[in-house]
């Protein structure tokens, strides 16, 4: 068990540009979650997968924001058209369908000049 | 509104000095409650999860307890390494809002020795 892995660890970009980041949850978990966290503030839930569909999605994430799952494995997090506001840790947690622990990764850091 | 409100924002302690920290919640449909450690730069840590009113979990030097609408982090003789800040997060029932965790803002804990 290696754990929910994130990459890339730290993304500076410009604003405006489109960004994608990673997320490999623990082996054989089902459920996927992101979540962004502000400095001082705790997660916010964005969206969560089961297996590869995707079942929520929080009102917080605009249509600039898309996120993937496509063979139930691995998410991809990408943003379109950054802003300022977009600056943030981007949180990804897994567990298994009937489980209720979320196991969270590292996060990636976002910063958007 | 379902709420999850921690206090203090941040506490100072001695070294060996026990304390309690606090998460209120106002929901519908609790399903359980969860205490994670964040350290900063990194993502959250599993420390315990609650069901149920009158349950309590240990480990080291903390004690998670739940009544009916809040809960209590206890940390009995703190020592530097406790310093963190520390996340109470809610899960809802199923039948409301998926399976989203709802996040306080954390309190910040710094053990000086």
């Known amino acids: 068990d290696t754990g929910v892995s994130q990459n890339p660890r730290h993304k500076i970009t410009k604003r405006g540009q489109n960004v994608t980041f990673r997320c490999d949850p623990i082996?054989?978990?089902?459920?996927l979650y992101w979540y962004r966290q502000t400095l001082g503030q705790g997660p916010e839930f964005l969206t969560y997968?089961?297996?590869?569909?995707?079942?929520?999605k929080s009102r917080l994430l605009s249509d600039r924001f898309s996120a993937e799952r496509p063979k139930g494995s691995f998410s991809t997090l990408e943003i379109q058209r950054t802003e300022q506001g977009d600056s943030a840790m981007y949180l990804c947690?897994?567990?298994?369908?009937?489980?209720?622990?979320?196991?969270f990764g590292p996060g990636t850091r976002l910063t958007v000049l | 509104e379902d709420q999850v409100t921690q206090s203090p924002e941040a506490l100072r302690l001695q070294e060996g000095e026990s304390s309690s920290l606090n998460c209120s919640y106002t929901?519908?449909?609790?399903?359980?409650l969860f205490w994670y450690r964040q350290d900063p730069g990194k993502g959250p840590e599993f420390l315990f999860t609650?069901?149920?009113a009158g349950e309590e979990k240990e480990k080291e030097r903390l004690k998670a307890t739940l009544t009916k609408k809040e809960s209590f982090l206890h940390i009995t003789a703190p020592k530097p390494e406790d310093s963190a800040t520390y996340l109470c997060?809610?899960?809802?029932?199923?039948?409301?809002?998926?399976?989203?965790?709802?996040f306080g803002e954390g309190t910040q804990l710094t053990v000086n020795p």
């Open positions: 947690a897994s567990t298994l369908l009937g489980a209720d622990t979320q196991y």
């Open positions: 082996s054989e978990h089902n459920r």
């Open positions: 997968f089961q297996n590869e569909a995707q079942l929520e």
């Open positions: 929901v519908s449909g609790l399903r359980g």
């Open positions: 609650l069901y149920s």
């Open positions: 997060a809610v899960l809802f029932s199923f039948t409301t809002s998926g399976s989203r965790l709802t």
